[in-house]
């Protein structure tokens, strides 16, 4: 550990005056911080969104913004198939293996559930605003792209 220098005692009070200067974090702000701490659990691997039937140009066929959301996240050969609609979350792990999903917003996880020897899970009562799925099976845990749902 050092030694505390002369410099020190002004670089601390230039970062007290910023920080009261800053104010009161927001809600938002914090959340979001929280979000980013998450991040230290670098060994899992992030599956972005490649499809969602919300934004993708057929959607209207499939029963416009009433019916049911798809939502498919990949990494590498593996992936997570999702479908939402107002009472239920449901998934399917590809390639199929049992396991533990968790239901994550910002401010932690918010529901646990398994998935079944062919990868599929359920989650009643899904969360609207900020979400991701942490997806735990025997070969590796797999975390998907923050979605608002």
């Known amino acids: 550990m050092?030694?505390?220098?002369?410099?020190?005692?002004e670089l601390l009070g230039e970062l007290r005056a910023a920080l009261?200067?800053?104010g009161t974090p927001t809600p938002a702000?914090?959340?979001a911080a929280r979000a980013a701490f998450s991040w230290r659990t670098v060994d899992a691997e992030l599956a972005a969104l490649t499809s969602d039937s919300l934004v993708d140009a057929t959607a209207g066929?499939?029963?416009?913004?009433?019916?049911?959301?798809?939502?498919?996240?990949?990494?590498g050969d593996r992936s997570?198939?999702?479908?939402?609609?107002?009472?239920?979350?449901?998934?399917?792990?590809?390639?199929?293996?049992p396991g533990q999903v968790s239901l994550l917003s910002p401010g932690g996880?918010?529901?646990r559930?398994?998935?079944?020897?062919?990868?599929?899970f359920r989650f009643d009562r899904p969360v609207s605003g900020p979400t991701r799925l942490r997806c735990a099976t025997p070969s590796g845990v797999l975390v998907t792209d923050w979605v608002r749902l």
């Open 2 to 9: 050092s030694v505390p220098g002369p410099g020190d005692d």
């Open 80 to 97: 997570v198939e999702v479908a939402r609609d107002e009472d239920c979350l449901v998934g399917q792990l590809v390639p199929a293996a």
């Open 20 to 22: 009261r200067a800053a």
């Open 113 to 120: 559930t398994d998935a079944d020897e062919w990868g599929r």
């Open 61 to 75: 066929v499939r029963g416009g913004p009433g019916g049911p959301r798809d939502l498919v996240f990949e990494a």
């Open 109 to 111: 996880e918010v529901d």
């Open 29 to 31: 702000m914090t959340d």
